[in-house]
C-alpha cells in the first residue's frame, strides 16, 4: 500500500496537464507531489471516483520540505466533489523551492466541520493592521519633534531621527512577542 498510485482524485494546476499521481502512503491518506509550486497561483482537485462512506469526505492540506509540518487548506465531498483553492504557498515561497506536497486525507463530515482553513483574507487584515500600527508608531514619534515656527508648525528633527526611531522600535518589539500586536491595535 505505501506508496501505490491511486485513480480517486485529480489535481489541475493551470497551465498544467492535469495530474492523478496521488500515491497512498497510508490506509486513508494520499500525496502527491508537486513540482516548481511557487509560480502556481490557485488549483483545483476533484474526486473522480465515489469511494468515500457515507459522511465522509477529502481534507485537503499542503506541506513544505522536509514534509513534516502540514497545513490544512479545504475539503472536497461527495456533494461538493470538486474544489478551487487559492494556493496558500503562493508569496511565502522562494523561486528556487524544486516542489512541495499536497496531501489528501479521508475524514469524518463532524471532523471537516470542525477545522478552519487559515484564509488568506485573514492574513492580510493581519498584515494591514500590523503595518498601520508600524506607520501609526512612527507618526508619534516624527510628532515629538513638532515645533511652532514663524511659518506655523514643522517638523525639526535631527538627521538621525528615523535611525533612532527604528532602533526604539526594535527594542519595543524585542520586549515582549506581541508588543507590535498591540501597537496595531489588535
Known amino acids: 500500500m505505501e506508496g501505490r498510485r491511486v485513480d480517486i482524485l485529480a489535481c489541475v494546476f493551470p497551465g498544467r496537464p492535469i495530474t ?11 500525496v ?8 502556481i497561483r490557485e488549483f ?7 469511494v468515500l ?4 469526505g477529502f481534507t485537503i492540506y499542503f506541506s513544505l520540505p522536509p514534509f513534516k509540518d502540514w497545513q490544512y487548506i479545504g475539503a472536497i465531498t461527495m456533494h461538493m466533489p470538486s474544489q478551487i483553492f ?11 523551492v524544486k516542489g512541495l506536497q499536497i496531501g489528501v486525507s479521508i475524514e469524518t463530515q463532524k471532523f471537516i466541520e470542525n477545522l478552519h482553513p487559515q484564509s488568506q483574507y485573514e492574513e492580510k487584515k493581519k498584515l494591514v493592521s500590523s503595518v498601520q500600527g508600524i506607520a501609526n508608531d512612527l507618526y508619534k514619534f516624527l510628532q515629538s519633534f513638532s515645533k511652532s ?9 535631527p ?13 519595543k518589539h524585542k520586549k515582549g512577542k506581541g508588543k507590535l500586536r498591540r501597537m496595531s491595535g489588535e
Open 20 to 30: 492523478a499521481e496521488f500515491r497512498q502512503v497510508s490506509e486513508k491518506r494520499f
Open 32 to 39: 502527491l507531489n508537486v513540482p516548481n509550486p511557487a509560480s
Open 44 to 50: 483545483a482537485i476533484s474526486i473522480t471516483k465515489p
Open 53 to 56: 462512506p457515507k459522511d465522509h
Open 86 to 96: 487559492s494556493a496558500p504557498w503562493r508569496g511565502i515561497l522562494k523561486e528556487d
Open 149 to 157: 515656527t514663524q511659518m506655523g508648525e514643522m517638523l525639526v528633527m
Open 159 to 171: 538627521a538621525k531621527a528615523m535611525d533612532i526611531w527604528l532602533k526604539k522600535f526594535e527594542a
